[in-house]
């Protein structure tokens, strides 16, 4: 039986033990629902075959060489991670959108005597609820926007937050990146799969009370913020952290500890702003990089190339600026921050 998901918050609600992906491990691995597990019945190589003949042979041959590999692949499946699943069990099982390969793999789960489901529509249909979510309604909840120079601790205060009571949406936990050239955390996810982690978080909100959000541009590494978003921060009034650049240059250090640890990472890096910046000034901050003066790195960094940046940015928007002044980063300051960050939004 096929199950039509009209909101993101079905899937919780409707209480199944797994979620199943059936298709191929790079379909899988650019987005997919969330929690699901890949059980592919066709594998990518697969996959790629069995179109090709559909294509250039005919439908029926690509059918049939499609059904063997769809039951070997199953059988698989059956004898290694489903092995131990009990007869009470209850998967529910998609793949793109027409419902072949999640049929087939549903029907024989419902042979073994499961209680199996499929969705209509699969993932497409998913994702059309994340993009009407995200791209086509507004964004349901008040904005204030935490904002503050580079290096003035907007992430580590917004994580001190929900503990206050405050909700807040972490955009650069969803896109694995700190937001800055040097913000690198690993592999981001796809933009499909950001926008998916995104949509779920903010169904998750509570539209009745506002939203902390750190500033960041449009852009978080590599991922967009989609336009609704977007256009809420832009609108919203900000908390700007101010604090003494030395402060925010020894935070840097202690923040950015796994670049700070990683030589060649750091050069190249600090290479990049070449394009931006007089020569001599880059061979100034690698020679800094080099000998080990991370706080005049930073420093240098802030003065020459991120605090300008922030004023012109600052210049752009029309919403209302509150500054909270603070004079270190220190674990206590920060704490005290939160407690004034959150007194302002709860009373709003």
């Known amino acids: 039986m096929a199950i039509t998901l ?64 769809v039951a070997r692949n199953v059988a698989g499946h059956l004898q290694g991670p489903l092995a131990d699943k009990p007869g009470g069990w209850r998967p529910l099982v998609y793949c793109w959108r027409g419902g072949q390969r999640s049929g087939s793999f549903a029907l024989i789960l419902g042979q073994v005597g499961w209680r199996v489901e499929t969705i209509a529509g699969g993932y497409k249909a998913w994702r059309a609820l994340v993009v009407k979510a995200l791209y086509d309604t507004p964004f349901p909840c008040p904005v204030v926007v935490l904002d503050g120079n580079t290096g003035s601790a907007k992430t580590e205060v917004l994580t001190l937050l929900p503990a206050r009571g405050v909700q807040v949406l972490d955009l650069e936990g969803l896109a694995h990146h700190r937001g800055s050239l040097f913000g690198a955390l690993g592999a981001q996810p796809s933009q499909k799969a950001f926008d998916c982690a995104l949509a779920m978080a903010i169904s998750r909100l509570d539209p009745l009370r506002p939203v902390v959000i750190e500033a960041e541009s449009s852009k978080v590494g590599n991922v967009s913020l989609p336009p609704e ?3 809420a921060m832009r609108a919203a009034p900000r908390l700007a952290i101010s604090a003494p650049r030395g402060a925010r240059a020894g935070y840097l250090v202690r923040a950015y500890g796994d670049i700070v640890a990683d030589p060649a990472r750091l050069a190249a890096v600090i290479e990049r702003l070449r394009p931006l910046h007089p020569s001599e000034r880059i061979e100034a901050w690698q020679a800094l990089a080099a000998a080990g003066e991370f706080e005049a790195l930073a420093d240098g960094l802030m003065l020459h190339h991120y605090d300008p940046r922030y004023a012109k940015h600052r210049d752009r928007m029309d919403a209302a600026f509150e500054d909270l002044a603070v004079a270190g980063l220190g674990r206590v300051d920060l704490e005290a921050l939160a407690d004034q960050i959150a007194a302002r939004v709860l009373a709003l």
């Open 6 to 69: 009209t909101s993101l918050s079905d899937l919780a609600a409707l209480g199944f033990d797994d979620i199943i992906d059936a298709r191929a491990p790079a379909e899988f691995a650019e987005d997919h629902l969330p929690g699901a597990i890949s059980l592919p019945v066709l594998d990518d190589a697969e996959r790629g075959e069995v179109g090709t003949i559909y294509k250039q042979v005919n439908p029926f041959t690509a059918r049939k060489l499609g059904a063997a590999l």
């Open 229 to 231: 978003i977007w256009k």
